[in-house]
């Protein structure tokens, strides 16, 4: 279908393959730009966190009313979720980056660009980010699995009823 082809690790490494320099370089220049931000965050979150750990620490938590543990315990989730989200965005954009680094290399003169190499390593750099697949089975075999870093908490397999074992 239309919504399967528009995420599959083919048509997603064609469209980033098919952009120009520019594209690439632009988008390359905004994800920098983003992952420096990103990473002062995340140095600025851990210093409120150590700061609010060495606060509740020498104040203590004998005889201090419950409900101002409570709001420590809020405050602090608060900032570990927040710390979380901004780490997991910065992920995304080293990942972002890595791909565009991968597609940058047809652009770079006396480079030797190997289209297959490229087109293999950016399919298997999608494939990883996923946490459930479908495939075929005559697709199950394909080269591609064989390079990920991990398995999959799910695959479906359609035409199942074809294969002579399933496992």
């Not at 992952?35 to 750990?53: F, H, N, V, Y």
């Not at 495939?135 to 695959?155: A, I, N, P, Q, Y």
Request: no cysteine; glycine share 6%.
């Amino acid at each position: 279908t239309r919504a399967a082809q528009a995420v599959s690790v083919e048509r997603r490494s064609e469209q980033l393959l098919a952009k120009s320099r520019d594209e690439i370089l632009g988008h390359m220049h905004n994800l920098r730009l983003r992952e420096t931000q990103l990473s002062q965050d995340i140095a600025g979150l851990k210093r409120e966190l150590t700061a609010a750990a060495f606060a509740n620490r020498s104040q203590g938590s004998v005889g201090v009313d419950p409900d101002v543990l409570m709001v420590r315990d809020q405050t602090r989730d608060a900032l570990l979720q927040r710390l979380s989200a901004v780490v997991e965005a910065r992920d995304k954009d080293l990942v972002e980056m890595s791909r565009l680094l991968i597609v940058e290399g047809k652009f770079r003169a006396g480079n030797n660009f190997n289209l297959e190499e490229a087109r293999a390593s950016l399919e298997a750099s999608f494939a990883n980010e996923a946490e459930i697949v479908f495939t075929t089975v005559s697709s199950s075999g394909r080269k591609l699995f064989s390079r990920l870093t991990h398995g999959f908490d799910m695959v479906v397999i359609d035409e199942a009823a074809q294969a002579s074992e399933v496992g």
